[in-house]
Every structure is written in structure tokens, then in C-alpha cells.
């Protein structure tokens, strides 16, 4: 397998590399609130009260937001190397746990 398409949702922090996104401009939530409204967008896609690309496109502090968090199609050694790990890791239409990187904590939907 050379390539997944995924979607993410990301939650930044006070620890991320860059703590600011197009939905606000000093972040300043701990890593373990960013955990805490992570889990429960999560719980809202499990339960089907939201869909993953709702959630996404209000709630991402990633530029992808705007396209319902998809990343479109990658291979390996583009991505950080936990997201890129559990994006190979899933099946299509998979949603991951909760995957930390060097961005702030994500869900990943691996999409193709």
C-alpha cells in the first residue's frame, strides 16, 4: 500500500509546535483539555449525533477544516510519523483513538 486518503480533526495546544490556527489566535488549553475535547467530539461521531466531517469544519484547528479535514491522499514519510502510523494502520471508513503528535492531538478517518 503506497498511499491512504485521510481526514483528521486536530485540537491543538499551549504545546504544539505552532499554537495559534485560523480559529484562534493565541491557543493556550493544556494538552490534557485539547485530550478532553477531543474525546468528546469523538464520542458525538461514535454515537452519530455528528458527522466526522461536521465536527471538522467547525471544530479543526487545521487549514483542512475548510474541506471537511480531508488531507487528500499521502504516502509514507509525508506526515508526522504517529499520524502516518495510524493512518496506514486503519481500515477505510476506520476512525483512530486519539493520535498526539508534534501538531497537537488528533482523530484520524482513513477515507481510501
Given at each position: ?52 466531517q461536521e465536527l471538522a469544519s467547525q ?54
Amino acid at each position: 500500500m503506497d498511499q491512504v486518503q485521510c481526514s483528521h480533526l486536530l485540537v491543538k495546544h499551549s504545546g504544539s509546535r505552532r499554537p495559534a490556527s485560523w480559529r484562534e489566535d493565541k491557543i493556550t488549553r493544556s494538552k490534557e483539555e485539547a485530550i478532553g475535547i477531543l474525546k468528546g467530539y469523538r464520542e458525538q461521531i461514535v454515537s452519530g449525533q455528528k458527522t466526522f466531517q461536521e465536527l471538522a469544519s467547525q471544530y479543526s484547528d487545521c487549514s483542512s477544516a475548510k474541506r471537511g479535514g480531508d488531507l487528500g491522499p499521502f504516502g509514507r514519510g509525508q506526515m508526522q510519523k504517529p499520524f502516518e502510523d495510524a493512518s496506514f494502520t486503519l481500515k477505510v471508513g476506520e476512525m483512530s483513538d486519539i493520535v498526539d503528535t508534534d501538531s497537537g492531538v488528533h482523530i484520524i478517518l482513513r477515507t481510501a
